[in-house]
């Protein structure tokens, strides 16, 4: 079975913008490294649901991630939550490549919120994406 989240990782990456702005590596699964300080991108699952028809499973999985944009400053944390939405929103095709590939029907954003963490002191604008994808093959 295939998990969206590292060929996720790696299409965000691939986006020289989104690279830059994440400083080449700074996208996260669930939580941060302590003491995170500069603009960063959390991915966190939401849900996941199997697609079925007739005759049992499709192999295709609709999953709800969370996309988390985080910064010292609310432009910042917004600007970066833009350059994930211009890179992710809409996007159909193959991400990631080797065995972390997985062929992605659909990425769609559907809602958001901005937050400000007191521990971290950081800014965050969180997108919602539904992300449908083949979880058999690549």
């Not at 995170?36 to 999985?61: A, K």
């Not at 400053?73 to 917004?78: G, Q, S």
């Not at 990631?96 to 937050?115: F, M, P």
Request: hydrophobic share 40%; glycine share 10%; with cysteine.
């Amino acid at each position: 079975m295939k998990d969206i989240q590292p060929a996720l990782r790696a299409f965000l990456l691939a986006d020289a913008a989104v690279s830059a702005a994440v400083g080449g590596g700074r996208i996260y699964s669930i939580t941060f490294p302590q003491g995170t300080t500069e603009p960063s991108v959390l991915m966190t699952r939401i849900s996941g649901l199997g697609e079925f028809h007739l005759q049992g499973p499709s192999g295709l999985n609709r999953n709800r991630v969370q996309l988390g944009s985080w910064a010292q400053t609310v432009a910042d944390a917004c600007e970066l939550a833009r350059l994930v939405k211009v890179r992710l929103n809409g996007y159909a095709g193959t991400m990631g490549t080797g065995q972390i590939a997985v062929d992605v029907r659909s990425a769609l954003y559907d809602s958001e919120r901005e937050i400000y963490d007191e521990v971290t002191t950081l800014y965050g604008v969180t997108h919602d994406y539904l992300i449908m994808f083949d979880e058999l093959t690549a």
